[in-house]
């Protein structure tokens, strides 16, 4: 369906400066967060346990045979930490600084412009006023405003902290829905009602850029990395071949 993507060894993909598929080093993800990319578009029940199961276990051994007790660390850089814990205090202070948009009001909007415009059943016009509302929504995030500054049981903060999160989901599952113009598994769209193999078998990657602003996006690049179609062992386990999805 999507998230995180991964090798089957928990490795994190990303495209690298020549648009080829490569490995961020040292960063893993498993379970429900990562897409390792076994189940095509399909959202099954079995799903999140096949993918922590299994491929957690994978990302385990993985470490093991690649890490050594003792290994030196990457030297980080001096001001490492610094932006994550400048933007936690900027929230945090945010009622000292007149910022006026409560959680909750901003966290509304964005569900509503969600629900609205991606949807299970989609089309470009909807997708189209999706994106740019939710864009303009998550500006808004500038003005992040939250009452309690404590330490201690700040649920206020927390939810902040999250909708930053929801925010970044949001955005990037618009625009990616927007330039997919095909039904895939649930992404159904009502002006694009088959699914296009020759144009669309391919992943959909999204990286929203910084921006001179503490943390609300400036836009969203989008690219792709191909689907893999082979097993490890083909004759111990042979790929499926590509088959409509039919009831």
């Known amino acids: 369906m999507g998230g995180i993507p991964t090798r089957f060894t928990g490795g994190v993909l990303t495209l690298g400066?020549?648009?080829?598929?490569?490995?961020?080093?040292?960063?893993?993800?498993?379970?429900?967060?990562?897409?390792?990319?076994?189940?095509?578009?399909?959202?099954l029940g079995a799903n999140s346990l096949l993918d922590i199961v299994v491929f957690g276990r994978a990302c385990a051994?993985?470490?093991?045979?690649?890490?050594?007790?003792?290994?030196?660390?990457?030297?980080?850089?001096?001001?490492?930490?610094e932006e994550s814990l400048a933007n936690f205090d900027r929230i945090r202070y945010s009622s000292k600084r007149n910022a006026r948009?409560?959680?909750?009001?901003?966290?509304l909007a964005m569900q509503k412009t969600m629900?609205?415009?991606?949807?299970?059943?989609?089309?470009?016009?909807?997708?189209?006023?999706?994106?740019?509302?939710?864009?303009?929504?998550?500006?808004?995030?500038?003005?992040?405003?939250?009452?309690?500054?404590?330490?201690?049981?700040?649920t206020d903060l927390l939810e902040a902290l999250e909708l930053q999160n929801l925010m970044s989901n949001a955005v990037q599952t618009m625009h990616s829905a927007r330039e997919r113009t095909e039904s895939r598994g649930?992404?159904?769209?009502?002006?694009?009602?088959?699914?296009?193999?020759?144009?669309?078998?391919?992943?959909?990657?999204?990286?929203?850029?910084?921006?001179?602003?503490?943390y609300s996006p400036s836009g969203t690049k989008i690219g792709y990395r191909p689907v893999v179609l082979t097993t490890l062992d083909e004759k111990e386990c042979a790929p499926v071949p590509l088959m409509k999805r039919v009831y």
Not at 19 to 43: I, K
Not at 61 to 81: F, M, V, W, Y
């Open 186 to 214: 649930a992404h159904s769209r009502e002006d694009y009602k088959e699914r296009d193999d020759k144009n669309w078998l391919k992943h959909t990657l999204s990286w929203q850029t910084p921006s001179d602003k503490p």
């Open 61 to 81: 051994k993985h470490i093991e045979s690649t890490l050594n007790p003792g290994q030196a660390l990457p030297e980080l850089r001096k001001d490492a930490g």
């Open 101 to 107: 948009e409560p959680t909750a009001g901003l966290r």
């Open 115 to 154: 629900q609205a415009n991606a949807s299970v059943f989609r089309t470009q016009t909807i997708l189209e006023e999706g994106s740019k509302q939710i864009d303009q929504i998550a500006k808004r995030l500038d003005e992040l405003r939250v009452e309690d500054t404590g330490l201690i049981w700040n």
């Open 17 to 43: 400066k020549d648009g080829e598929v490569e490995t961020v080093p040292g960063l893993y993800a498993a379970g429900e967060a990562a897409c390792v990319s076994v189940h095509g578009a399909n959202r």
